[in-house]
């Protein structure tokens, strides 16, 4: 079974059964960002405004940065309701579908053996996290990332091609890094699954109670295992983003520096242009810290298909 090929395909029917809510939040996202990194463009014009004492100016400029403020956050509650409504329309739909297909077999000899398949539904909860994350988090980083290296561009090209160098390196290196995450992700929840199963058959397992308890220590060292070994692959992943947030922001702090004090870079711009770097470095340090989200995600994707192909199989016998 290809996991992959199972969570891209998962992916594509809640785009198209939800398109429009999509729409709407790709769309929020991308005017969140716009007037996110305005803001360092107006403290920009701030910050030269207060070196020419022009006070009318910076008057003006700072009402206009409380209500690019304003903005951002009625856009954030507007996209915190489309998500929340997403998440109720997702347990319900997958709930109506493993029920239906499952409210068949009441009585036949396929009840426990879809006992132990039942609780991958729970697994739900891990989808539900995937759309916050992935979307509303991830198209909001996409989108900053865009309108910040316009931004740098507009500065200086030379800030433009360092954090287009940077940002391509550092997504390139996460990948390769993650590359066996996925298929960790579905050994530990096939762990999971297993003690949790066990455990609550305990007392339906034969053999004196020492023996089933050794049966249930050898369930825990392997979720544990799992855990551990899906653990490197997060740990690395973090470890490259906190490495890379510290390095872009020096590099660019060196070059900026060297631009301002050759006269190619005006001091407003380069704080600026510092701004929207640390502004871009910590929402993908937040994303990046919620990985293990990401791969719950596919785990919640594996477990619910294999549930549904289960009672499909055994729909057709």
Known sequence: MNVTK????NIRRIVREDRRNI????????IEAVLVLSIPLASSFVINSVLAHAAISLVMLGFVVIVMFVLVTMLQVIKEYIIENFQQRVFLKTGIQVATMAVSYRGSDAVQE????????FDIAAIQKFFPILLLDGVGLAAKIVVSLVLLLAFDPVLFGVGLFFFSAYFLLLLLLGRSG????VKRSDAKHGVIYYLQHIHEQPGTPKEVLGTFDRLLLHYASARQKLFRVTIRQLALTFFTEGFIFSTFLIAGG????NGSLPLGEFIAAEIVVVSITSALKGVVKQIDYIYDT??????VHKLSAKLQENGHD
């Open 23 to 30: 729409f709407y939040l790709v769309y929020y996202s991308a």
């Open 182 to 185: 996925i298929d960790r992700a």
């Open 114 to 121: 879809h006992g132990k398949y039942m609780n991958y539904f």
């Open 298 to 303: 596919v785990e919640g994707f594996y477990k």
């Open 6 to 9: 199972i969570v891209l395909e």
């Open 258 to 261: 060297y631009l301002v004090i």
